[in-house]
C-alpha cells in the first residue's frame, strides 16, 4: 500500500520509524473492505475522533465544550489547590497571569475558544480572586471585566481571554500573509487563498471558524516597520474603558502590588465598606464600627477618620510637606501631576500614599475581624519602615545617601 511504502521510504532516509502502539491510522469516505486492507497492512489501529495532537483536541467538525474538559480540569486542580486561598490579591493576580493563563496560552495559539469555555475559565478566575470558590454567596464589589483592564483604565493588568485568542490567531493570519511558516501554512496558500493575499479574500463558509473570525479584524495588525505586533493586536480587539485619573501613578518603582491594588479599589470606591454593604441590603445601620460617630465611607476612612487623619499627618511631617489636604482626591490630584516622573522624592511619596491606604484598611479589618488595635504612633511608625525599606532599594545609587538623609526622621 502508498502509505506502507511512504513511511518505509521515511525510515530508510531518516532512521525514524512509527511506533505501532501510539500509531493510528484516520478513515473518512473510506469503505470498508478498503478500510480493513490499510489496517492489516499498515499494523496501525483505527483512530476515532477527536484526537489529540499535542494536547490540542482534533476533530473534523466543530468541538464542542466537552473537548475542552483537560484544559478545565488543569485550571480547577490551580484553582482549589489550598495554598492558593492563602495568597493576596496581588498573589492571585501574578497567579492567573502566569501560570493560568499560561496553560491556555497554547490553546488560544491554536484554535478560537468557544465563548461557553471562556464564560467558565472567567468565572473560575473570578472565584479564584474573590475567593468565593467555597463562598459563593461572598459580596463582589468589582466586575471580572473591569479587573480585565489596564492600570491606566483601572484594572489589574490582566490579560482579557477573548482578545487575546483573537490577537494570537491574528499572529498566525500574520505568518500566512508574509508566506512563513510549515505545512498548513502551505496549504492554505494552495486551497484557500489561490494565489491571493489575506486582504483580498472574504470569509467563506467552507474556510474554518477561526480563519472566518479572524479574516473580519484583519486590517491594521502591523507597525509602520511593516512587522506583526501582538500588542497592537490585542489593544485592536479589546474594549478600551475610561482612564482612572492618577492610576497610572500606582504602577512603577516604588509601590507594593498588594498596596497598589488595595489603593486602586479605594480610588475607585470598590472597598467592601459599611455604606457599600448597606446599599446591597446585607445590614441596614451605615455606622462607622471604628469611631460610631459617622458613616463609614471610602471618603470618611481616607482620610477623615481621626485615626487616619493623624497616620496622614505624621507621614506628611515625615515627607516635610506641611500643608497639604488630607483628601484622598487631592492625593489623586497629585499622584496625577507627577506620575511621570522619576525623582526619588516622587517615589517616596507615592510609596507613603499606597502603603498608608493599604494598612489603614489592614488596620480597620483587623479592629473589626481579630479584636486588635495599634495606636496612631505605632502605625504611622510602621509604615514609615516599610516605605523607608521599598525606597531604598528602589532608587539609584547616585540618589541613595540623599534618600538615607531624607529618611533619618524615622
Known amino acids: 500500500m502508498a502509505e506502507k511504502r511512504a513511511l518505509d521510504c521515511f525510515a530508510s532516509w531518516s532512521g525514524l520509524y512509527a511506533n505501532l502502539e501510539k500509531s493510528e491510522t484516520y478513515f473518512g469516505g473510506v469503505q470498508p473492505a478498503v478500510r480493513q486492507l490499510i489496517i492489516s497492512d499498515s499494523g496501525f489501529t483505527a483512530g476515532t475522533f477527536p484526537f489529540r495532537y499535542l494536547g490540542i483536541p482534533m476533530n473534523t467538525s466543530r468541538l464542542s465544550i466537552n473537548d475542552y474538559a483537560s484544559l478545565i480540569t488543569k485550571f480547577q486542580s490551580y484553582i482549589h489547590h489550598w495554598s492558593s486561598k492563602l495568597l493576596s490579591y496581588a498573589g492571585r493576580i501574578q497567579l492567573i497571569n502566569t501560570v493560568l493563563f499560561g496553560l491556555e496560552n497554547f490553546w488560544c495559539a491554536c484554535i478560537l475558544l468557544p465563548k461557553g469555555v471562556i464564560r467558565l475559565i472567567n468565572r473560575m478566575c473570578k472565584d479564584l480572586f474573590w475567593n468565593t470558590t467555597d463562598t459563593p454567596h461572598k459580596l463582589i464589589f468589582k466586575s471580572w471585566s473591569s479587573i480585565t483592564r489596564p492600570w491606566k483604565e483601572g484594572g489589574f493588568d490582566v490579560r482579557e481571554i477573548l482578545s487575546w485568542n483573537k490577537a494570537l490567531i491574528a499572529k498566525q493570519l500574520w505568518l500566512l500573509h508574509i508566506s512563513e511558516g510549515g505545512i498548513w501554512f502551505n496549504w492554505v496558500h494552495k486551497y484557500c487563498l489561490r494565489q491571493n493575499t489575506i486582504w483580498d479574500i472574504h470569509s467563506q463558509d467552507s474556510h474554518s471558524q477561526s480563519l472566518r473570525s479572524v479574516l473580519q479584524h484583519a486590517l491594521g495588525l502591523c507597525t509602520v516597520a511593516g512587522a506583526f505586533s501582538l500588542t497592537r493586536a490585542y489593544e485592536l480587539f479589546r474594549t478600551r474603558a475610561t482612564q482612572v485619573r492618577g492610576a ?36 441596614f445601620v451605615n455606622r462607622c464600627v471604628l469611631c460610631m460617630n459617622w458613616q463609614e465611607s471610602h471618603s470618611h476612612l481616607f482620610f477623615k477618620w481621626s485615626f487616619s487623619m493623624e497616620v496622614w499627618k505624621s507621614l506628611i511631617n515625615w515627607m516635610s510637606m506641611r500643608g497639604r489636604s488630607c483628601s484622598l482626591q487631592q492625593q489623586l490630584c497629585w499622584i496625577s501631576r507627577n506620575r511621570k516622573s522619576r525623582h526619588w522624592k516622587a517615589i517616596w511619596f507615592k510609596c507613603s500614599f499606597a502603603t498608608a491606604v493599604y494598612h489603614l484598611w489592614n488596620e480597620r479589618n483587623c479592629r473589626i475581624f481579630r479584636g486588635t488595635s495599634r495606636t496612631t504612633s505605632q502605625l504611622a511608625l510602621f509604615i514609615k519602615y516599610v516605605v523607608a525599606i521599598k525606597c531604598l532599594s528602589s532608587v539609584s545609587s547616585r540618589n541613595y545617601s540623599l534618600v538615607v538623609d531624607a529618611l533619618n526622621g524615622l
Not at 502590588?257 to 454593604?277: C, E, G, N, W, Y
Open 248 to 283: 497610572a501613578g500606582l504602577m512603577g518603582r516604588g509601590i507594593v502590588p498588594s498596596h497598589a491594588i488595595i489603593t486602586m479599589m479605594a480610588l475607585q470606591r470598590k472597598l467592601p465598606t459599611v455604606d457599600a454593604i448597606t446599599r446591597r441590603g446585607v445590614i
